[in-house]
Every structure is written in C-alpha cells, then in structure tokens.
C-alpha cells in the first residue's frame, strides 16, 4: 500500500504513501514498546498506535507493550485505514503531496474527524488555499502539534518533506 501512482490528463493522482512519507510519520511519531497515555491522554503503544481512549491502566502499563516487528505490522495496517480515508473521502485529484499531507493528518487526528472536518470539505470544494491554514487548527494535545500541522501544509502545498515532525 506504499508509493503508488496512477496519472490522469497528466496529473498524478496518487492513492498511496510515498516513502519519504513514511518515513515522516514513523519519525513524528517515534517507536514505543511499552503502553504510555499520548499528548491527548489516550492508551498508545508502538508507532502512535490507539489502544483505547483515555489513560492506560496500571495493570495495562505493567502487562502490555509490543515488540518493534509488531508494531511496524500495526503501524502499516493504520496507514492503511488513514490512505483508505483519504481515498473514499477525497473525490478530487490530488498529486503525491497533497496525498501524503492528507495521509498524515488523518493518522493523526484518526479518520471519523478527518472525515468530519473543514480540511476535507476544503480539499473537495478546491479551496486548496484554505488546507494548510484548516490544517493549523487541529493542534490541542500536544506542543508538537503546530509544526506538524504546518508540515502537513507545507506538504500539501507543494513544499516538500520535512526529515523531522518539529522542524516548521
């Protein structure tokens, strides 16, 4: 589900990850064995992986956690259900940025509030200069937040791949 495209009157219209970003979100959201509460107090595990919404409990922290392989097999099967997203939300072409900025964000905001956002009605409407700013507003959580949203939109505007989620 990496790094394909298909092209339509001379656009790319891509439907799946580029490899930079994946490497994008693997570095935002970093590796974690053992369960630990996100930057929105939420049980998570491995890359950024939703165990539960809410604090993990005592019990969960000292009996849960997972190995790197499985967290990789997880982490692609969430990228997975956020590229399904964008792909059965997004009815415009969109190129390989704009695709994985989407990508990205519904990862991380998780993909009933990507589905329900101003961003996706403004990615479908053409009001392309009003993502990145739509983008900027999804940042309660966590103080990496903002320069991720402003990654995202840098992205989706054609500005290329940041190597690290904290760089604006």
Not at 141 to 160: C, S
């Amino acid at each position: 589900m990496i790094a394909t495209s298909g092209k339509i009157g001379g656009f790319v219209n891509a439907t799946s990850l580029s490899i930079a970003e994946l490497q994008f979100i693997a570095n935002c959201e970093g590796f974690r064995g053992t369960l630990y509460n996100d930057s929105a107090g939420n049980c998570t595990v491995g890359y950024g992986h939703l165990l539960h919404m809410g604090n993990c409990t005592a019990d969960e922290k000292k009996n849960g956690g997972v190995d790197q392989p499985t967290a990789l097999n997880t982490f692609q099967q969430d990228l997975g259900t956020a590229q399904a997203a964008v792909n059965n939300n997004v009815n415009v072409d969109l190129s390989q940025n704009q695709f994985d900025a989407l990508t990205d964000f519904a990862y991380n905001v998780g993909t009933g509030n990507f589905q329900n956002s101003t961003v996706l009605k403004d990615v479908n409407s053409g009001q392309n200069n009003q993502v990145a700013p739509q983008m900027g507003r999804w940042t309660r959580g966590g103080n990496g937040l903002p320069a991720r949203r402003a990654n995202e939109g840098r992205m989706y505007n054609g500005g290329g791949y940041a190597t690290s989620c904290y760089v604006r």
